[in-house]
């Protein structure tokens, strides 16, 4: 499931788009729509100003209004010469000749239009994106909520962008148990968590999110096959809070000071 590295990784890759006029948008798969399409038949015509990201949501910055994309589950980009086929929900033909095919083989992500970023982050209770959210509003996010940090990570009207792999890189970094409560961490514990999620997210980006090339140090690479704890051997535990499955080392990871 692509979280914000993943998505992160697409936005740069629909740059070359900046400029160009959109001609035509096709809609094969209407169950993606998250506006009526007559809404998003007013972006025909309209020029591509800027590709922006929050969180794992994308925009489309238009001479007017905005097109958004979610990927999903599975939601991928072709940007190309030709009209891709399979799966493809949306296509958008621009004055170059060049297609932006959305392909959604299982039908979780959502293409939509929008007035405006502001618009849109409003409707949808998004948070600030965690890679420019300020420590102090993170902090004292966690520190007035008696959910679990897991919980809270997650909760993408809190900070946006974080999904349950990088929550669980982020918690064993800062070496905190995921059903600690945000109101039992200390002010340094919060502001630590707050630092290894963008570290840990940075890390990912500049490997290009090749979990493979990421330190011996870190979780990503062991957690799928379960491994031995990259930090103390031991072995790696997993439970489930708000329906997904954390992966922690006990050892490591102190449930309370
Ligand atoms: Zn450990």
Same mark, same amino acid.
């Given at each position: 499931?692509?979280?914000?590295?993943?998505?992160?990784?697409?936005?740069?890759? $629909?740059?070359?788009?900046? %400029?160009?006029?959109?001609?035509?948008?096709?809609?094969?798969?209407?169950?993606?729509?998250? +506006?009526?399409?007559?809404?998003?038949?007013?972006?025909? %015509?309209?020029?591509?100003?800027?590709?922006?990201?929050?969180?794992?949501?994308?925009?489309?910055? $238009?001479?007017?209004?905005?097109?958004?994309?979610?990927?999903?589950?599975?939601?991928?980009?072709?940007?190309?010469?030709?009209?891709?086929?399979?799966?493809?929900?949306?296509?958008?033909?621009?004055?170059?000749?060049?297609?932006?095919?959305?392909?959604?083989?299982?039908?979780?992500?959502?293409?939509?239009?929008?007035? +405006?970023?502001?618009?849109?982050?409003?409707?949808?209770?998004?948070?600030?994106?965690?890679?420019?959210?300020?420590?102090?509003?993170?902090?004292?996010?966690?520190?007035? +909520?008696?959910?679990?940090?897991?919980?809270?990570? #997650?909760?993408?009207?809190?900070?946006?962008?974080?999904?349950?792999?990088?929550?669980?890189?982020?918690?064993?970094?800062?070496?905190?148990?995921? #059903?600690?409560?945000?109101?039992?961490?200390?002010?340094?514990?919060?502001? *630590?968590?707050? *630092?290894?999620?963008?570290?840990?997210?940075?890390?990912? $980006?500049?490997?290009?999110?090749?979990?493979?090339?990421?330190?011996?140090?870190?979780?990503?690479?062991?957690?799928?096959?379960?491994?031995?704890?990259?930090?103390?051997?031991?072995?790696?535990?997993?439970?489930?809070?708000?329906?997904?499955?954390?992966?922690?080392?006990?050892?490591?990871?102190?449930?309370?000071?």
């Amino acid at each position: 499931v692509p979280e914000l590295p993943e998505v992160e990784l697409v936005r740069r890759s $629909l740059l070359p788009i900046r %400029g160009r006029r959109i001609e035509e948008v096709e809609v094969l798969l209407p169950s993606v729509l998250s +506006s009526p399409f007559e809404d998003i038949k007013r972006a025909k %015509g309209r020029k591509v100003k800027d590709i922006e990201r929050r969180g794992k949501q994308i925009f489309l910055i $238009l001479e007017e209004g905005i097109l958004t994309l979610h990927l999903g589950m599975t939601g991928e980009t072709i940007l190309g010469e030709r009209a891709e086929v399979k799966h493809v929900a949306v296509r958008v033909r621009f004055d170059d000749g060049k297609y932006l095919n959305f392909i959604d083989q299982r039908r979780f992500g959502a293409f939509g239009y929008a007035d +405006s970023v502001r618009g849109f982050v409003a409707t949808h209770h998004l948070g600030p994106d965690i890679l420019i959210m300020h420590k102090d509003d993170l902090v004292s996010h966690l520190r007035r +909520s008696r959910r679990p940090v897991k919980s809270i990570l #997650l909760d993408q009207s809190v900070t946006a962008g974080i999904g349950n792999l990088y929550a669980d890189e982020a918690l064993f970094q800062a070496r905190l148990h995921p #059903l600690r409560t945000g109101a039992s961490l200390k002010e340094e514990e919060a502001a *630590r968590l707050w *630092r290894m999620a963008r570290k840990v997210i940075r890390r990912s $980006l500049a490997d290009q999110t090749d979990f493979d090339l990421l330190p011996a140090s870190y979780l990503l690479p062991v957690r799928e096959g379960r491994g031995p704890c990259p930090r103390c051997h031991g072995e790696l535990q997993a439970l489930v809070v708000g329906g997904r499955t954390s992966v922690f080392c006990p050892n490591c990871q102190v449930a309370s000071e």
